[in-house]
């Protein structure tokens, strides 16, 4: 959808009612913002994980195999998920997160025989810090497109460190949100229902007004809900089974489920 020009912001409602006809629907609904995890979400490691491993180790000497690599970044695959689900609070510090992906980085070149220094962890961490080593799935722009032409608020509550709110400027998100919240810049993490309503402040909604999406059931489900938020799963490789929450496989769905108003809480 071609959504030029777009309105200044205090005309938003007013042009989508003139232009697009449906936005009527969209108050009918009581849906004010729409809320967004990040990773896995709207971003996704560019060119791959792999491949920046393979690029700084070449730079180091080192030419593991594809084989070895993965075993590597399975390794640390399963150290990230020990920590995250033993209720680490590392995301809600920027040192302690840094700390953490530096760690994992360094397991997981241990494993496939390469000395790892902290130093090559600390690199493989910064690489992740720059923009061009992200890119955006192909449905993100269309559908916050879509979402901001019937005039609704948007925002990102995630948990990352605090290289996210310029990841997400250097990848052309900030035309359409309202604001970028990373755990380690608020000191909260999800599902923690803190974290959530510091992002209703934000846009000034109330959580019943408010849709919040990502592809993690227990930080973006369960957190969503804590805060009275209405939670939408997006399950893009459709792993989910019988989930008690609304299920998207692409954010292509997401405009229309808004105007539906049949979002479950």
Not at 69 to 93: N, P
Not at 135 to 161: F, K, Q, T
Not at 194 to 204: K, P, Q
Request: hydrophobic share 40%; aromatic share 10%.
């Amino acid at each position: 959808m071609n959504c030029d020009p777009i309105p200044k912001p205090g005309y938003r409602h007013l042009y989508a009612l003139i232009q697009f006809p449906w936005e009527v629907k969209s108050l009918e609904t009581g849906i004010k913002a729409v809320f967004f995890d990040a990773g896995n979400t709207l971003l996704l490691p560019h060119p791959s994980v792999e491949e920046v491993c393979v690029e700084v180790l070449a730079g180091h000497g080192y030419h593991p195999s594809a084989a070895d690599l993965q075993r590597g970044l399975d390794r640390a695959e399963r150290y990230y998920e020990e920590r995250y689900w033993s209720d680490d609070t590392f995301w809600a510090s920027e040192a302690e997160a840094a700390a953490m992906w530096s760690e994992m980085y360094a397991l997981a070149m241990e494993e496939v025989g390469v000395e790892a220094s902290p130093a090559m962890g600390r690199q493989l961490y910064d690489e992740f810090g720059r923009g061009d080593r992200w890119a955006l799935y192909p449905d993100v722009l269309p559908a916050m497109g879509e979402l901001h032409s019937i005039g609704l608020r948007m925002g990102i509550v995630s948990n990352w460190d605090a290289r996210l709110p310029g990841l997400c400027h250097h990848l052309g998100l900030s035309r359409y949100l309202d604001f970028v919240i990373s755990s380690a810049n608020l000191g909260r993490i999800k599902p923690e229902a803190s974290i959530f309503h510091s992002a209703l402040g934000r846009v000034g909604v109330a959580a019943g007004e408010t849709v919040h999406v990502g592809d993690h059931y227990y930080a973006d489900v369960l957190g969503a809900r804590a805060a009275g938020i209405r939670p939408v799963l997006l399950d893009r490789w459709e792993w989910s089974s019988n989930p008690d929450c609304t299920v998207i496989t692409s954010l292509a769905e997401l405009p229309e489920l808004v105007l539906s108003g049949s979002i479950l809480y």
